[in-house]
């Protein structure tokens, strides 16, 4: 499956939209890495393990996004919104969210 944040795809046509579809997750933050991420902070340099809790929650918004696109019958999502929100007390929850118009393509413009 196409999936970009273009409004369409280059030499395809689009030939059919199904809608927008949608993907969401929501993901807690640990309190180990909310302890070395704030040593980290203080000393310099990145978070690697927040780094790979938004890969990971990020990465199954889109897999949501595209399995509610793929049963729609489309085969590229295009326009694709990337969101992130914190919720929570203190923060600590990591909402991401993935939007986006599902296609079907065509060969040519």
């Known amino acids: 499956m196409i999936v970009t944040t273009t409004p369409?795809?280059?030499n395809q046509k689009?030939?059919?939209y199904h809608g927008i579809v949608t993907g969401e997750t929501i993901i807690g933050?640990?309190?180990f890495k909310d302890i070395f991420a704030g040593i980290r902070d203080i000393v310099g340099g990145r978070s690697g393990s927040y780094e790979r809790v938004l890969n990971?929650?990020?990465?199954?918004?889109?897999s949501e996004m595209t399995d509610k696109a793929r049963k729609l019958g489309a085969d590229?999502?295009?326009?694709?919104d990337l969101d992130y929100e914190t919720l929570g007390a203190n923060?600590?929850?990591?909402m991401v969210t993935a939007s986006g118009t599902a296609v079907s393509?065509?060969?040519g413009v």
């Open 8 to 10: 369409t795809v280059e």
């Open 14 to 16: 689009i030939r059919e």
């Open 29 to 31: 933050a640990n309190i």
């Open 56 to 62: 990971e929650a990020r990465q199954s918004a889109i």
């Open 76 to 80: 590229a999502v295009v326009g694709i």
């Open 91 to 94: 923060g600590g929850m990591i």
């Open 105 to 107: 393509l065509s060969e």
